[in-house]
């Protein structure tokens, strides 16, 4: 059984699948506030708003077609004689489209609703309204299965253990800015871990090793390294 392998994946993974990413030039936090959209307090202030802009982000999601990099890894995921981790901040669903299976989504989905009044999920409609009725207690409180800023991510403890079994991180187009995901390299280094960054321009977060590309040069070449061996 081969070294356990961690991946974090971040917006630059979708970047060349056409899905914006945050904080380049024109990113989405260039024409949409956060506070606007992304935090409870949002949503409880202007509720259309905020489904709005999931329901654009949505469909901009289902529009979108999984590319070389999402194929890669799943690929990795299916071939490699080791555990293969997949954490993701996306909200997108391409890996999952690529092929992958349980990809933890820390940030949550864009593609799930969730309601408010009892914790109940389900797939979102491609509009969602606040008015929608949750299909289990029938109450009007839906809202895109999303952490927003503020909220606890998803799935900490699986992530944690995943990353206490890993030999290698790697992170994959994501700036690093934002916690607790902004930490893991740091926590992987800690732990033993070797960690690797593959991204478009180095993030400047400490890395054993960076591979500067377009995720879907680097992440495929990366992945065929590992698959023949001269890898991890
Ligand atoms: N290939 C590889 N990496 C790329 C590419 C590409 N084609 N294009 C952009 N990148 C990289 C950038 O170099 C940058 O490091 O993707 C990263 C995008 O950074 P951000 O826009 O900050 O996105 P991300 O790191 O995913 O943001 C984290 O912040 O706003 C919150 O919840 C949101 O999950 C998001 C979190």
Same mark, same amino acid.
């Given at each position: 059984?081969?070294?356990?392998?961690?991946?974090?994946?971040?917006?630059?993974?979708?970047?060349?699948?056409?899905?914006?990413?945050?904080?380049?030039?024109?990113?989405?936090?260039?024409?949409?506030?956060?506070?606007?959209?992304?935090?409870?307090?949002?949503?409880?202030?202007?509720?259309?708003?905020?489904?709005?802009?999931?329901?654009?982000?949505?469909?901009?999601?289902?529009?979108?077609?999984?590319?070389?990099?999402?194929?890669?890894?799943?690929?990795?995921?299916?071939?490699?004689?080791?555990?293969?981790? +997949?954490?993701?901040?996306?909200?997108?669903?391409? %890996? @999952?489209? =690529? #092929? !992958?299976?349980?990809?933890?989504?820390?940030? *949550?989905?864009?593609?799930?609703?969730?309601?408010?009044?009892?914790?109940?999920?389900?797939?979102?409609?491609?509009?969602?309204?606040?008015?929608?009725?949750?299909?289990?207690?029938?109450?009007?409180?839906?809202?895109?299965?999303?952490?927003?800023?503020?909220?606890?991510?998803?799935?900490?403890?699986?992530?944690?253990?995943?990353?206490?079994?890993?030999?290698?991180?790697?992170?994959?187009?994501?700036?690093?800015?934002?916690?607790?995901?902004?930490?893991?390299?740091?926590?992987?280094?800690? +732990?033993?871990?070797?960690?690797?960054?593959?991204? %478009? @321009?180095? =993030? #400047? !977060?400490?890395?054993?090793?960076?591979?500067? *590309?377009?995720?879907?040069?680097?992440?495929?070449?990366?992945?065929?390294?590992?698959?023949?061996?001269?890898?991890?």
């Amino acid at each position: 059984m081969a070294g356990g392998i961690f991946i974090l994946s971040g917006a630059g993974l979708s970047a060349e699948s056409g899905l914006r990413t945050f904080r380049a030039a024109d990113g989405l936090w260039e024409d949409h506030r956060v506070e606007d959209v992304a935090t409870p307090e949002a949503f409880e202030r202007d509720p259309e708003l905020v489904q709005r802009f999931y329901n654009m982000r949505r469909a901009q999601a289902a529009a979108a077609m999984p590319n070389a990099a999402h194929e890669a890894l799943a690929k990795l995921q299916a071939d490699y004689d080791g555990p293969v981790t +997949l954490v993701t901040q996306n909200v997108d669903d391409l %890996l @999952e489209r =690529s #092929g !992958a299976r349980e990809v933890i989504h820390m940030h *949550g989905s864009v593609m799930g609703a969730l309601c408010s009044a009892c914790d109940h999920r389900w797939a979102a409609p491609m509009e969602m309204r606040v008015s929608d009725p949750c299909p289990s207690c029938g109450m009007s409180h839906t809202r895109p299965d999303i952490v927003w800023f503020g909220e606890i991510p998803y799935h900490m403890d699986a992530i944690q253990n995943a990353l206490e079994n890993s030999d290698l991180f790697v992170s994959i187009g994501t700036s690093g800015m934002v916690y607790p995901a902004a930490g893991f390299s740091q926590m992987a280094r800690q +732990l033993g871990l070797k960690t690797l960054e593959l991204n %478009l @321009e180095a =993030s #400047g !977060a400490m890395f054993d090793a960076v591979i500067e *590309g377009p995720a879907t040069q680097v992440v495929p070449d990366w992945v065929s390294r590992v698959l023949s061996g001269k890898e991890i």
